[in-house]
């Protein structure tokens, strides 16, 4: 699975929408990207994935490049309890077990900021 | 909704003890797995499990052994528990398929004195 490059942290300010930034540049063709957040003391949550269109769900936004080497999570209005650490990872789609292969790095820690 | 269930949230252990970590899933998932988080070193992959009686290796499996003899049920054994293994333990569980996500327990952090 291709690696991932994420900031260390970031802030946002509450109700700004909050842009977190992936690169993959070395992403294959069958590679979906993922991301997830844990919350303090939680164990990690699924957010979105998309493979080369932009996706949005009640949570967020994801944003892929044309040439697919990096990628932008957005949540539109960040409240406080978005503080956590965002996971950006690729993994292969069509595989029953891709899972597995799913690799954390250690994120981004974002803060919301009042 | 979904649940992954961690049997205790807090453990300590003592050196050489033998440990069993419990977790249950509600979903009816076909695959399980066990991580462990420390700082610094994100999540890595101990074991999975995609069926009972079924397992594979992960990434970090020394030191560690795993039961699946129920669907539901996925034990993380450590079967002589080292200081070394003080962490943040996870469980996961997912759907059989292409793109299925996972669902994490709140995890259990284990003391090992």
């Known amino acids: 699975d291709a690696k991932t490059t994420q900031p260390t942290s970031m802030d946002c300010a509450e109700g700004r929408a909050a842009n977190l930034p992936c690169n993959h540049s070395t992403i294959s063709g069958n590679e979906y990207v993922y991301w997830y957040r844990q919350i303090h003391s939680q164990g990690p949550q699924y957010i979105i994935h998309g493979l080369k269109n932009n996706e949005t769900n009640e949570m967020a936004s994801l944003i892929i490049t044309e040439d697919r080497k990096s990628s932008t999570l957005i949540l539109p209005h960040a409240t406080l309890r978005d503080t956590a650490v965002y996971y950006c990872?690729?993994?292969?789609?069509?595989?029953?077990?891709?899972?597995?292969?799913?690799?954390f790095g250690t994120g981004t820690r974002l803060t919301i900021i009042p | 909704d979904v649940k992954v269930t961690q049997s205790s949230r807090y453990l300590v252990k003592r050196t050489g003890e033998k440990v069993f970590l419990e977790c249950v899933q509600d979903?009816?998932?076909?695959?399980m797995f066990w991580y462990r988080q420390d700082p610094g070193l994100g999540l890595r992959l101990i074991y999975f499990s995609y069926d009972v009686k079924m397992k594979e290796k992960g990434d970090i499996p020394e030191g560690y052994s795993v039961s699946r003899e129920k669907k539901e049920r996925f034990s993380l054994i450590l079967e002589s528990a080292s200081t070394n293994q003080t962490s943040m333990y996870l469980c996961?569980?997912?759907?059989?398929?292409?793109?299925?996500?996972?669902?994490f327990g709140s995890g259990t952090q284990l003391s090992v004195l």
């Open positions: 990872i690729v993994r292969v789609g069509g595989s029953n077990f891709g899972n597995e292969k799913l690799t």
């Open positions: 979903m009816d998932h076909e695959n």
């Open positions: 996961a569980s997912s759907l059989a398929g292409p793109n299925e996500k996972l669902f």
